[in-house]
């Protein structure tokens, strides 16, 4: 077996190590870390295996020909590369994660300690009902608290994730209309909406069209109401929105769709921002998603499953998914599948998931929202929303906001790079912040603000946390207004520097090999 110790590596490149290069390559304790093809031999392993026996090969000619081709390593040398690694991942858990419309917040350890419980941690969905009977009534229970908040009259908790929720919510508007042998095909969608929000439109079949928005970045409602028509199957709509806008004409807006005979999708994906606040069914709306792990608990982009359940008004529920948890007259739960739904749910549009739900999500949604009350979960937006604009008013002199006049913005504070030295971008103030110790915020989204630079700083931070990140983001801003063209090169101090991002995208390197450098992103 051959190991190559020599494959690709990148390089420091002619910008980087502005203090002098070490003979390792290392900074301090933060260590170079080559590639796992790198280091060990290709005869060290991590346990001794005698050669196997001689035997008879029964694949027929198909045998390998060739090296495998995996690295060799010892069992200290594998411990310490992959624990190497896990020290330059960046969480949540490590310092401030600004990246707007994402909601980065710490998440409580006693609803991960509940979500780790036996008894809903080892819960199968196929286990027979009579032994999951806790796991039903805590996922009932959660429906009912998710129905209360959101002033709605039922809940599907089946979709997977905050896009199929979305999915969820239109396949719903679509079996209503074809209930009522109604054929409308169009969709409207502002630009303040989220990105997967078209997309979800026209995945299911549906004309989508963009209404503008003002110069106050909300709805346009008057443009909105001149396209309405007996073509208009609905409106798919974000509040807050993604400028960090609460929309005011919501409950005219629902008015004007369903005198139009459509539907008012709303993308809840921001609920947190208004969570004990404003119920969305008061606002007339028909579907609406919610993020569990935004508004209430489990980390995100942790790489588990995912939850979206979506909220209904009283005209869409008859066609909500199957399956769904019911509480029988008894007192005792159970699921209402395909089998049993012509008793009470025939006009469902169907299956979307295999089963009924993620019960860890679940548990740490209920956990978060017991914990905090209704006193708790009310003080969590004003929280979100105080932090906000405490960022927002703390930064509008170095930095551009575009949209600072249209009064409070709500849960995340939205910039641009106006203002900047000629040549200088957004790009170059995220690469800074890398230098200053935290993750870029959001950047170039939403699309209707130039060089957008979108700040969600939750609620979860501390005016000390806040005073610190608005410290480093003005330091960086100064720097990119007075043309520091050493902000060109930045990130000098991360164990990568900048790279391109063209080339990244379009060539990525996923799987190793020899390439020459030029090859590579950097």
């Not at 990568?496 to 950097?522: C, G, H, S």
């Amino acid at each position: 077996m051959t190991i190559n110790q020599s494959g690709w590596k990148p390089t420091m490149g002619e910008a980087g190590a502005p203090d002098g290069e070490t003979f390792t390559g290392n900074r301090a304790l933060m260590l170079e870390e080559p590639l796992i093809f790198e280091i060990g031999g290709a005869d060290t392993t991590g346990v001794d295996i005698d050669p196997p026996a001689a035997h008879e090969s029964r694949l027929g000619g198909l045998e390998r020909r060739s090296e495998i081709g995996l690295p060799g390593l010892s069992e200290p040398e594998t411990v310490r590369h992959y624990t190497r690694l896990s020290r330059q991942n960046y969480a949540i858990d490590l310092g401030l994660f600004p990246l707007g419309s994402c909601t980065m917040k710490h998440n409580p350890r006693l609803n991960e300690r509940l979500a780790r419980l036996p008894g809903f941690a080892d819960v199968h969905p196929l286990a027979p009902i009579d032994t999951v009977q806790g796991a039903l009534e805590l996922i009932h229970e959660l429906a009912h608290w998710l129905v209360t908040l959101t002033g709605m009259h039922s809940v599907a908790m089946s979709p997977k994730a905050g896009a199929h929720g979305e999915l969820c919510g239109i396949l719903a508007i679509r079996a209503a209309l074809d209930a009522r042998g109604d054929s409308r095909k169009v969709i409207l969608v502002p630009e303040s909406a989220h990105g997967t929000n078209p997309a979800t439109a026209a995945f299911a079949g549906f004309t989508v069209e963009d209404i503008p928005a003002t110069a106050e970045g909300r709805v346009d409602l008057k443009a909105l109401e001149a396209r309405l028509g007996p073509d208009v199957a609905g409106v798919m709509i974000t509040n807050p929105n993604t400028c960090g806008l609460f929309e005011r004409d919501m409950k005219a807006i629902s008015d004007a769709v369903h005198a139009a005979g459509g539907f008012v999708y709303c993308d809840g994906a921001n609920f947190n921002a208004i969570v004990g606040r404003v119920r969305p069914g008061d606002l007339g709306i028909d579907a609406m998603h919610i993020n569990l792990h935004k508004t209430f608990s489990t980390p995100h982009g942790g790489g588990g499953p995912g939850s979206g359940p979506v909220v209904f008004s009283e005209a869409l529920s008859p066609y909500a998914p199957l399956p769904f948890v019911e509480k029988a007259a008894d007192g005792s739960f159970r699921i209402v599948e395909e089998e049993t739904a012509e008793e009470h749910h025939g006009d469902s549009f169907g299956r979307m998931t295999a089963f009924h739900g993620q019960m860890g999500m679940f548990t740490r949604a209920l956990s978060y929202i017991l914990s905090h009350g209704a006193d708790g979960l009310r003080q969590v937006a004003e929280d979100a929303v105080l932090n906000a604009n405490y960022v927002l008013r703390s930064l509008e002199d170095v930095l551009e906001a575009p949209f600072g006049g249209s009064g409070p913005c709500m849960h995340e504070a939205l910039f641009s790079d106006a203002g900047l030295a000629d040549g200088f971008t957004t790009l170059d103030i995220a690469k800074a912040l890398i230098d200053e110790g935290y993750h870029p915020m959001t950047m170039y989204f939403p699309l209707v603000v130039h060089g957008a630079m979108l700040v969600e700083p939750t609620e979860t931070e501390s005016r000390a946390a806040l005073d610190q990140f608005i410290g480093a983001l003005r330091s960086v801003a100064e720097r990119a207004k007075s043309g520091d063209e050493r902000l060109k090169s930045a990130p000098h101090f991360a164990p990568r520097r900048r790279l391109d991002e063209t080339l990244a995208a379009r060539k990525p390197v996923l799987v190793w090999k020899e390439l020459p450098v030029a090859d590579a992103a950097e």
